[in-house]
């Protein structure tokens, strides 16, 4: 996904961002990722929480959009995907004017030091994102890491006391239709702020035997890329 840092004073200006998500062609990006060679399905756009429309922004929305912005992806060095998606985005976001860099980094400086500190404008990463009961951990303004807590996972830096009530709200509701009605003004928000926007999900399935009892082990916690880790009876 793409992680705008929303404390960076560049991309603090949402008119910029919105600019940046509505510059990228996902029709593109599926080409990419379908000759990529991994388990990737370019985003359902229709169906996703973090889906933004792609509709024509008024003049209001753009008018106070930084010209000649200067932009830096910063980028895993070791990920082939990664970096043919930087390079996409840079193509994309060149045509509309801006001048945007990629910065090349190892993986554990960039994952453990650069993004958890807040050193980058853009970051390409990924992260678990479907699983709506994590999205406190994502978004609330309590998990934004630094030094002394790098697990927390609000790379964006995104602070919202009405998004922090409305999460707090969703965590401890009960009800279904409840639930659905703080979920829905949940993503109001985030569609309104744009701190970060995935572009595929990995694709993948976990098989075990019936012939398992007893086990503590979870398919989920292991690489669905790698099928040796289960053996299919």
Do not use: C
């Amino acid at each position: 996904m793409i992680i705008f840092n929303t404390q960076n004073e560049t991309l603090k200006n949402l008119a910029l961002r919105e600019l940046l998500v509505q510059a990228i062609s996902f029709q593109e990006i599926g080409k990419l990722i379908s000759h990529s060679g991994d388990a990737f399905v370019s985003i359902n756009q229709g169906d996703s929480f973090f889906y933004r429309p792609n509709r024509k922004a008024g003049a209001s929305e753009t008018s106070s959009a930084p010209q000649h912005v200067k932009l830096e992806i910063s980028v895993d060095s070791h990920n082939e995907f990664r970096l043919k998606l930087a390079q996409f985005l840079k193509q994309q976001w060149e045509q509309k004017g801006l001048h945007v860099t990629l910065k090349k980094i190892r993986p554990d400086l960039l994952f453990e030091k650069k993004i958890p500190e807040g050193d980058f404008q853009v970051a390409l990463a990924a992260d678990r994102v479907t699983n709506l009961t994590r999205l406190e951990n994502i978004l609330a303004s309590d998990f934004i890491p630094d030094k002394w807590s790098k697990e927390q996972r609000n790379f964006s830096r995104l602070k919202s006391k009405q998004l922090d009530q409305l999460l707090s709200l969703f965590k401890k509701e009960n009800e279904p239709e409840k639930r659905k009605q703080l979920l829905l003004r949940i993503k109001e928000i985030y569609l309104a702020k744009i701190p970060f926007f995935p572009v595929a999900y990995r694709s993948g399935m976990a098989l075990s035997s019936v012939e398992m009892v007893h086990s503590a082990a979870k398919p989920m916690a292991f690489d669905l890329g790698r099928p040796s880790l289960w053996t299919i009876h």
